[in-house]
């Protein structure tokens, strides 16, 4: 396979650093928050990047499956919540993906996030290493 899209972000100084993506439009200041034992300065936090990521991502392959099953989500909302876990002497990640699909019954919004999760490359590319629960909310 080739690659459509590559996407370039350079990092420094880890957790209390910088990152800035090669094309300019992504440039921000990291901070530790405080529930790690940083400052909870006023940067964002690979985290906040994972979940916006996440959410944007699953949101789009929502809207292919949508589009395949002529369903309309235009007006769908998913909020992905990321949260950092000691592991052992490492750390892993524990997704929740919470969508809302508004105008859409319960058992095709089910069937539509679950055809999403299939689809997402986020959700692809965590598929066995991290837990991803899928929510769908009113």
Known sequence: MSNLYT???TAQGGRAGSVESSDGRVKLDLSVPSEIGGDGGPGTNPEQLFAAGYAACFQGALGVVGRRNKVDTEQSRVTAQVGLQKAGLSFALDVELQVQIPGVDRETAQ??????????PYSVGTRGNVDVRLIILD
């Open 7 to 9: 996407a370039q972000a």
């Open 111 to 120: 069937k539509l996030v679950e055809a999403a999760h299939e689809v997402c």
